[in-house]
């Protein structure tokens, strides 16, 4: 049997890693609900498992989505985690071809060029030779850009990292010396014994001709090895968790795990799929444009999986989305931090004094539900009326009196309790309505409607309804004869990718110019009421920053669809910016008189706009 005691350091961390890991997924498996425990038995024996199998291998081993942000970031993840891969698997092969007779002991491919240093009877030796060779060169080159990353980041498109860890040093620190000292113990033994090939021959001959290779190359085994076991030691306590994580969390989401309202088992596996990039950090409008450095994902992530979540940090966030469009991982960033601030806030005080009573339910075929933030930017709800009168729509203004609530700002804070009761009462009325279909403009409340609620109807936001109601004819409209920049809200975009139907309303009605922040690299308004942390200060250069990067072609109007968006916009906005029910409002073709808001005109330039 081939053996020598310098494989001992690895075949002990190897066999720490994998106890490790099987007792770990084992608890977090047996942690889920009944529900998800058959969703992921069902998923490992159905056709699902190869759409998985095909995205592990996009992402984890080839790192698409690290490519998309940056080729070189691409390359140096793609180089480390598919070039380590193929030496294991490539190495096992070459094993399994030379010996022709069952399976060796797991430490030989890893170190078969000690036990076999120039197997020259084999048939396919040079070949194996040189494709190891080959293997081994790209994952250095991934090694050697990992180490200027840490230097200098920016070739990267990434201006901020993440700090290490104790056990995150020690892991980087032994990952950057295993293919180092391979390349060195397999250097030095061709130097002696012979064999090698373009890479390690060469080295092998330059070394061996001012070194003492055959005294050298023994300890040189022994350091490739001890590397490589504290390397599996260090990987479960470290942010490289996420190298086996990241193939759990892919599967689980094939197979149909999602965040729940609390803190589960999947939570555990998000969050140890972070590998800490900092991707999120430079994605960050709070980052980039609030002068915030702590509060990022990567950090809230991290202050999650120890155990260390303090509430400044984690109720500091716009709640965006776009560090969630940004993680290569696919982590549901957003829910996790939410689940957070409701175990912060879990013993709450009672927060249903900000209630109104329930308003007497109408009949009607359409529920219209302006939203907290509508009723304080009165235009979209005065269009919203008039157009929905127009139409001939038999409607039921369900929060005509204001103080009704989604009760999504309820839960931001952090008060699911609260939130939970006065959902169940939105949802009562709903229900005894007998209407189709529930209308909002605030896509804060179309998310909550949508994701939260449990209704039997259809919910739409009104950039959605405006468009049926114009394709079905019951509204008409004309060109307004102006350009405009439109402006994506966070919730809308984003969450509920809802990006035609707006441009698809518009586009009759003004010249749209494209904006290099849109869709899902659209701004948050920074006017979110998921930060009550933010100084005023703060909050102004973020909006300002967001504005002048959507509207950098200086177009006369910014259009956007929500009242929130629009109320803080206009505080720095240079143009008129306006709700998109406003803008049909004024577009609409009809013989009956518009509001007063709509009939006054004025003139910007040379273009003819609606009223500030």
């Known amino acids: 049997m081939e053996f020598d005691s310098f494989v001992l350091p690895f075949t002990i961390g190897l066999a720490f890693l994998f106890c490790y890991l099987i007792v770990l997924y084992v608890v977090w498996f047996f942690r889920l609900d009944r529900g998800d425990r058959r969703k992921i038995i069902s998923g490992i024996f159905s056709l699902k498992l190869f759409p998985a199998i095909w995205e592990i291998i996009q992402e984890g081993l080839l790192h698409r989505r690290m490519f998309l942000k940056n080729r070189l970031l691409g390359f140096m993840h793609m180089s480390l985690a598919f070039g380590w891969f193929m030496l294991i698997l490539v190495g096992n092969v070459e094993d399994a071809v030379f010996q022709q007779s069952g399976l060796s002991a797991p430490y030989v491919p890893i170190f078969f060029r000690y036990f076999h240093p120039d197997p020259g009877a084999f048939t396919l030796h040079r070949l194996f030779s040189f494709t190891m060779d080959l293997l081994l060169l790209l994952v250095l080159s991934g090694v050697l850009l990992a180490l200027v990353k840490r230097i200098y980041s920016k070739p990267y498109g990434m201006k901020r990292t993440t700090s290490l860890k104790p056990f995150d040093k020690l892991a980087l620190y032994t990952l950057w010396l295993i293919f180092p000292m391979r390349l060195l113990a397999e250097s030095l033994t061709s130097a002696t014994m012979g064999g090698g090939d373009f890479l390690t021959g060469s080295v092998g001959r330059l070394l061996g001709s001012f070194l003492p290779a055959a005294q050298l190359s023994y300890p040189a085994w022994w350091g490739y090895s001890l590397a490589l076991g504290l390397f599996f030691i260090a990987l479960p306590f470290s942010r490289y968790m996420h190298i086996p994580t990241e193939i759990v969390l892919i599967l689980s989401k094939h197979f149909g795990l999602a965040e729940k309202e609390n803190r589960s088992a999947f939570t555990c596996v998000e969050v140890n799929s972070c590998s800490r990039c900092g991707v999120c950090i430079d994605a960050c409008q709070l980052s980039f444009a609030g002068g915030i450095q702590n509060v990022q994902s990567a950090y809230q992530l991290k202050a999650i999986r120890y155990n260390n979540i303090k509430s400044s940090e984690t109720f500091n966030c716009l709640m965006c989305g776009r560090c969630q469009i940004a993680c290569p991982v696919g982590i549901d960033i957003?829910?996790?931090?939410?689940?957070?601030?409701?175990?912060?806030?879990?013993?709450?005080?009672?927060?249903?004094?900000?209630?109104?009573?329930?308003?007497?339910?109408?009949?009607?075929?359409?529920?219209?539900?302006?939203?907290?933030?509508?009723?304080?930017?009165?235009?979209?709800?005065?269009?919203?009326?008039?157009?929905?009168?127009?139409?001939?729509?038999?409607?039921?203004?369900?929060?005509?009196?204001?103080g009704l609530c989604c009760g999504r700002p309820i839960k931001l804070a952090g008060h699911k309790q609260q939130a939970d009761i006065l959902m169940e009462k939105n949802v009562k009325a709903i229900r005894e309505s007998g209407a189709h279909t529930l209308v909002t403009s605030c896509p804060i409340c179309y998310r909550t409607f949508v994701?939260?609620?449990?209704?039997?109807?259809?919910?739409?936001?009104?950039?959605?309804?405006?468009?049926?109601?114009?394709?079905?004819?019951?509204?008409?409209?004309?060109?307004l004869m102006t350009q405009?920049?439109?402006?994506?809200?966070?919730?809308?975009?984003?969450?509920?990718?809802?990006?035609?139907?707006?441009?698809?309303?518009?586009?009759?009605?003004?010249?749209?110019?494209?904006?290099?922040?849109?869709?899902?690299?659209?701004?948050?308004?920074?006017?979110?009421?998921?930060?009550?942390?933010?100084?005023?200060?703060?909050?102004?250069?973020?909006?300002?920053?967001?504005?002048?990067?959507?509207?950098?072609?200086?177009?006369?109007?910014?259009?956007?669809?929500?009242?929130?968006?629009?109320?803080?916009?206009?505080?720095?906005?240079?143009?008129?910016?306006?709700?998109?029910?406003?803008?049909?409002?004024?577009?609409r073709i009809s013989d009956e008189p518009l509001p007063e808001a709509f009939m006054q005109r004025r003139k910007v330039g040379k273009h003819d706009l609606i009223p500030t």
């Open 334 to 402: 957003t829910r996790v931090r939410q689940i957070a601030r409701y175990e912060l806030n879990g013993n709450a005080p009672d927060t249903s004094f900000f209630m109104q009573p329930m308003p007497k339910t109408q009949l009607a075929e359409v529920i219209y539900f302006a939203g907290c933030m509508s009723h304080q930017t009165p235009r979209i709800k005065k269009a919203m009326l008039s157009i929905l009168s127009q139409a001939g729509v038999h409607y039921w203004f369900m929060d005509e009196a204001g």
């Open 451 to 479: 994701q939260d609620y449990r209704l039997d109807i259809r919910v739409m936001h009104h950039s959605q309804y405006l468009l049926e109601l114009a394709e079905q004819k019951k509204i008409r409209l004309s060109s």
């Open 484 to 587: 405009a920049v439109y402006h994506d809200p966070c919730e809308l975009s984003r969450d509920l990718r809802v990006y035609e139907e707006p441009r698809r309303l518009l586009a009759p009605v003004v010249n749209l110019v494209s904006s290099d922040h849109e869709r899902d690299d659209g701004l948050c308004c920074g006017g979110s009421l998921a930060n009550l942390s933010m100084t005023g200060e703060q909050r102004s250069d973020v909006t300002a920053d967001a504005y002048r990067k959507i509207n950098a072609s200086n177009v006369p109007l910014m259009i956007t669809s929500c009242p929130m968006c629009k109320k803080t916009f206009e505080r720095v906005s240079g143009v008129p910016v306006r709700d998109i029910a406003e803008v049909v409002a004024e577009a």
